[in-house]
């Protein structure tokens, strides 16, 4: 059966869908440990219980991969509570074929539908609670592609895009993803679709990354209509993003940053506030704890303190708030967790 593919606005259109079938079935259980072994095994390790304790849990799976595009049937017989914290390495889309999930994303609590998808950002904690028999259609997204590709359109920004978890699929950007996702399926499910071609899916790729960076509410919105709307940023914007970057890991003021730029510090703090949306400090700040994170993410990092301290946190309270409050976790359970993967 061939998609419609016309922005419908929900989910329901791949109720039926000849991409899955018998040969995309991962597996089909009744067991909880099973279920979540499973699933872990395509996403990441995470809690898995029912709403009702001691109820039997069952569920089934049907994944599909082509290059680094992933995508998922997902369903669970009764309703269950789950806990994956952070995603960490990758985006997730989660939109309802039927029925719904209750979707708690950083600070926003919402109920997700086949009108309204879940869109999570690696670096927001997330919990849900999946009504059972609402099978969602789930695609993953790396987090190393949407960092590239937003590279390419905001080169100075450094910074990945916190995503409104709240995927309107009745409003047109998020009925142009619909519809896009839509042929995305229709070409995988086809043998002879030049889609399966690595140029064309890369390609495909492309577009389905700016229907989410252009058509949903993001945290780096506001720098993006910018380079649209405005002029190109002064030179001494760059300029100072570069050294920045270079000198991380050194003491910086707002003076040597000024005095490098060839600015005053009061144009320097009006060039970051207008053209970044942020002040030159809040900048360096927040590139500093993504060294921290990927350098705790990697598994290799001994100690916290010796990490923070070499991308200049002297005052370690203070760190462990501002990292916790970005990451949804502390850095110690950071470096707990990804030495127990690496091991």
Same mark, same amino acid.
């Given at each position: ?55 039997? $849990? ?21 309703? $269950? ?31 997700? *539908? ?6 999570? *950002? ?8 999946? @009504? !059972? !028999? ?33 995927? #309107? ?16 399926? #229709? ?19 492309? =577009? ?5 960076? @252009? ?46 730029? !060839? $600015? ?12 970044? !949306? ?19 993410? =990697?598994?290799?990092?001994? %100690? $916290? ?24 976790? *502390?850095? %110690? ?8 993967? *690496?091991?």
């Amino acid at each position: 059966m061939t998609q419609d593919v016309t922005p419908s606005g929900s989910g329901e259109r791949f109720r039926q869908t000849r991409l899955f079938c018998s040969s995309s079935l991962q597996f089909l259980v009744a067991d909880r440990d099973a279920a979540c072994q499973g699933v872990s095994k395509v996403f990441k390790p995470h809690e898995l219980k029912p709403v009702q304790r001691g109820e039997a $849990v069952s569920a089934s799976l049907h994944h599909v991969s082509r290059g680094r595009l992933s995508l998922n049937r997902l369903e669970y017989g009764t309703d $269950v509570d789950i806990d994956p914290q952070c995603l960490r390495d990758f985006y997730l889309i989660q939109i309802p074929l039927t029925g719904g999930a209750d979707i708690h994303c950083g600070a926003v609590d919402f109920q997700s *539908s086949p009108q309204v998808a879940a869109l999570l *950002s690696p670096e927001l904690p997330v919990r849900m609670r999946w @009504y !059972g !028999g609402a099978a969602q259609l789930v695609l993953r997204l790396e987090r190393g592609d949407l960092e590239h590709h937003c590279a390419q359109h905001l080169p100075q920004q450094g910074r990945l895009p916190r995503f409104d978890p709240r995927l #309107d699929l009745r409003q047109p950007g998020g009925s142009y993803f619909l519809q896009l996702l839509g042929l995305l399926m #229709d070409g995988l499910a086809d043998p002879a679709h030049p889609i399966h071609q690595p140029l064309v899916l890369k390609q495909f790729e492309s =577009s389905l990354l700016n229907a989410l960076l @252009y058509g949903q509410p993001h945290s780096l919105h506001d720098q993006l209509e910018g380079t649209r709307e405005r002029n190109v940023s002064p030179y001494f914007i760059k300029r100072i993003e570069a050294y920045i970057a270079e000198h991380l890991h050194e003491p910086l003021s707002v003076e040597t940053l000024a005095e490098h730029g !060839g $600015v005053s510090v009061r144009t320097l703090f009006a060039g970051f506030r207008t053209y970044r !949306g942020t002040t030159p400090m809040h900048y360096l700040r927040d590139l500093r704890l993504e060294r921290v994170n990927e350098e705790l993410r =990697s598994g290799r990092v001994e %100690s $916290v303190t010796d990490t923070a301290y070499k991308w200049g946190f002297a005052h370690l309270g203070r760190f462990a708030q501002e990292y916790k409050r970005r990451y949804g976790e *502390s850095p %110690s359970e950071t470096r707990r967790f990804r030495g127990a993967l *690496s091991g």
